[in-house]
């Protein structure tokens, strides 16, 4: 069942967080349901710029249409990750997209507002929500690259204003993670701090937390040990999750690890197995291997075992 992240936030805020995975193809969207089913929990899949381009937008949403009939118990939204304005108007005219975000955080504060609010107009008015983003995270996803000279921690007097006049749904705040696999050098860590000031401003108000890959140190070794390069490479805790989520924080935003779980899978697969030229077994062992890790992550987050109780609450 597609609902609207909206609901989601109502029922996970202060509890929990809701797991938000990127999908780019038919296993990862398989490993993705498995998971959630398996940890019954809710959850929302991202769609990216990127995705949307790799083969064509209407692939991934047939795939995605597909899986809700396969598993009709799933509670899930469908959202639109890092969308510049164009690709907003697109996926809110779509039909299909429950929940879009606009990102113009790189653009100065009174433009950043004329945009968000342009494409809140137009969301509310198909009955759709979105998530903005105040403040810049460094590193890179896809087509968002940031230096990390250039980030910027939201400043929350910014934050609450900036919800006040764009009428968003939801917030995600630069609070010193970073996109991409290399997020935290020394004893770097959350700024818990900034986000507790953030939620004191804007009690209620669900915040987002992008960047939250924790980058396990075992996948990186068997990447490297399997011919793979990934030096220094270091993510969140996920440990503070919860610690989060207790501040406000509903929906976490996870990419990166996905991405090493494939690369893991695929690296160990062909090492061990030279003489395969099938993409099935390894395809299997990769949805396997990310039901899992989605299973994992949903502990993590405290969404799991939430799912009977979003679904009476709906």
């Not at 993670?177 to 935290?184: C, L, M, R």
């Not at 990419?255 to 993409?279: A, I, K, Q």
């Not at 993590?300 to 979003?310: D, H, Q, Y």
Request: charged share 25%; aromatic share 8%; glycine share 8%.
């Amino acid at each position: 069942m597609i609902v609207t992240t909206k609901k989601l936030f109502e029922a996970a805020y202060g509890k929990y967080a809701i797991g938000a995975y990127n999908i780019n193809n038919l296993e990862q969207t398989m490993g993705l349901f498995r998971g959630n089913m398996d940890s019954q929990a809710p959850f929302i899949i991202q769609i990216s710029k990127g995705a949307r381009s790799y083969t064509h937008k209407l692939m991934l949403e047939g795939l995605i249409r597909s899986a809700d009939a396969v598993f009709p118990d799933a509670v899930f939204a469908v959202h639109l990750d890092h969308g510049d304005e164009e690709t907003c108007i697109d996926c809110i005219n779509s039909g299909f997209y429950s929940s879009v975000m606009i990102d113009a955080s790189h653009e100065p504060f009174e433009k950043n507002i004329e945009i968000t609010r342009k494409i809140v107009e137009l969301a509310h008015a198909k009955g759709i929500v979105v998530e903005a983003e105040l403040g810049q995270l460094g590193g890179v996803e896809e087509h968002v690259k940031v230096d990390e000279a250039d980030a910027k921690l939201t400043n929350p007097e910014q934050a609450a204003e900036f919800v006040e006049r764009t009428g968003c749904d939801s917030l995600a705040v630069a609070i010193g993670t970073s996109h991409g696999a290399f997020k935290f050098s020394g004893n770097q860590s959350i700024r818990l701090d900034v986000l507790e000031q953030i939620q004191k401003l804007l009690p209620g108000f669900p915040l987002v937390m992008h960047g939250s890959s924790s980058v396990p140190q075992d996948e990186v070794e068997r990447i490297n040990a399997a011919g793979g390069n990934l030096k220094g490479a270091k993510g969140v805790d996920a440990d503070q999750f919860l610690h989060a989520a207790q501040l406000g924080v509903t929906k976490i935003n996870i990419d990166t690890d996905g991405r090493l779980v494939w690369t893991r899978v695929h690296r160990e697969y062909f090492r061990d197995h030279p003489e395969n030229f099938d993409l099935r077994p390894i395809g299997k062992v990769f949805m396997d291997e990310y039901a899992k890790f989605i299973a994992s992550k949903n502990q993590k987050l405290g969404s799991a075992g939430k799912l009977p109780e979003v679904k009476k609450m709906l």
